[in-house]
């Protein structure tokens, strides 16, 4: 997880720099593989709209509001209802984890070779071909495991029209939300760059409550487990 401290205004500037990474689709990894590479495309037959409109309501259950970059206002919440918690933000690039073409010290100055959890193999995630998403770290504002968000959890992410299944992989700061890996921005054709990549706003994350993908790196199990809960979620029940 990284700490920006950019404004939106200098992230802006940091994307008219000529400098661009490969495009989202383009970076020459393999369209499978045994730990998923995200295609881009909606996953599942839930779509955006049908979860949009299930999260249109918050019911608060964070104590206090959570900030989108260091330094910036808190603004945004985290709902819940009784089969998921959910929040809307920015997506700030994710490239940590075990290094790779794309995720590495070279591509990324803020790069940590760590994620918060570990593949069954005891190696940490890849950021670049694993969808997952970051949590705040359990803190007064909100305790993740308190609502059953741990390691694992199934999340349906929502841009525009399109929905990426992830899972839970790593936790940043206490006070910043809005985050998710360099596979699961480029599946939902946002910028994956770490240096001036993601969306400013209107990401949304719904994390189903209890829910665990085992092993936490089988993507096609969290795309199978997440189109299974989310077709219940968007029923209500």
């Known amino acids: 997880m990284r700490v920006h401290s950019l404004t939106l205004a200098a992230a802006g500037l940091l994307l008219m720099t000529p400098a661009a990474p490969p495009a989202a689709g383009t970076h020459g990894l393999p369209a499978g593989g045994p730990e998923g590479t995200a295609a881009v495309r909606r996953e599942g037959d839930v779509s955006a709209a049908d979860l949009l409109a299930r999260v249109r309501e918050c019911t608060r259950i964070s104590h206090g509001l959570y900030r989108t970059d260091a330094g910036a206002a808190p603004t945004v919440p985290v709902c819940g209802t009784a089969q998921a918690v959910h929040w809307t933000a920015d997506m700030d690039i994710d490239c940590d984890g075990r290094p790779g073409p794309v995720c590495n010290s070279r591509t990324d100055p803020l790069f940590s070779d760590s994620t918060a959890f570990t593949q069954s193999d005891g190696r ?45 992989g790593d936790t940043g700061p206490r006070d910043i939300i809005g985050e998710a890996s360099y596979a699961t921005a480029e599946a939902l054709g946002i910028r994956p760059d770490p240096r001036g990549g993601g969306a400013p706003s209107g990401v949304t994350y719904i994390v189903f409550k209890d829910s665990q993908v085992k092993p936490i790196e089988d993507h096609a199990e969290a795309v199978a487990v997440g189109e299974r809960l989310a077709r219940l979620f968007v029923r209500g029940g």
């Open 124 to 168: 940490y995630l890849s950021a670049e071909t694993l969808p997952y998403i970051v949590i705040p770290a359990a803190s007064p504002l909100w305790d993740p495991r308190a609502d059953g968000v741990r390691g694992g959890a199934v999340a349906a992410v929502v841009f525009r029209d399109r929905v990426q299944y992830a899972v839970v």
